[in-house]
């Protein structure tokens, strides 16, 4: 077993977390917390909270998919914002690794969908912590005000139990559901992403993923609100 989560320690070119500002916010939000469960959560509700939901910023250069470039950025989606929680986890000797898995939101904004021309996300990122004894997801995403915009309670982590999007909203309507598995990696897979996302949305592959888009899902959901398909 030891053997095995060994390379779920590692710092690499996406979990680095021996880069200085990755180390940094780890050291400030764990602050003098020292069990390994209680810092995994300080952990997750900084990258939740401090890095804003924003998909239009997908890019498909390997280097905008690592926790530091993730961090600088200060908005990203959710497989970096997976990448920072994991490498931020493997600084404190918590090894973690990244899961990905195809998606249905229902509440998704309508510009959002246009711009996907799909109501499917696919290759949508979580992180797997290893927690007293056993594995355990948590999807840091959504950060809290974009769920009060949704009218979606921010998903809590408590370091025990699997955190993953609700099913349903506050008002009792279809949230998310998850469609197809990709399973765990203990480096970002970053040719399969690029691969599926090019095959589900080609529309985007043949170069609007070139152009930086200057657009928000928060400005999406202030214009319109989310829509439940």
Known sequence: ???????????????????????????????????????????????????????????????????SYCLAAKESYCIPKAVLLAALARSFGIPARIGLADVKNHLASPQFLAYLKNDIFVMHGYTELYLEGKWV???????????????????????????????????????????????????????????AIAHAYPHLAEGMFRTQSSRSYQADLQEQGPTNN
């Open 1 to 67: 077993m030891q053997s095995s989560l060994q390379a779920n320690l590692n710092n690499t070119p996406f979990f680095d977390h021996k880069h200085p500002s990755v180390r940094d916010y780890g050291k400030f939000l764990a602050g003098k917390l020292s069990a390994p469960t209680e810092i995994a959560i300080a952990l997750y509700n900084g990258v939740r909270d401090d890095i804003r939901y924003n998909p239009y910023t997908f890019r498909p250069a390997a280097e905008t998919f690592s926790a």
């Open 137 to 195: 997801k948590a999807t840091p995403a959504f950060d809290s005000n974009l769920c009060a915009q949704m009218h979606v309670a921010p998903l809590e982590f408590n370091g025990r139990d699997d955190s993953i999007f609700h099913e349903f909203d506050t008002d009792g309507a279809r949230h998310m559901e998850y469609l197809a598995d990709h399973g765990v990696h203990s480096e970002v897979p970053h040719a399969q992403i690029i691969q």
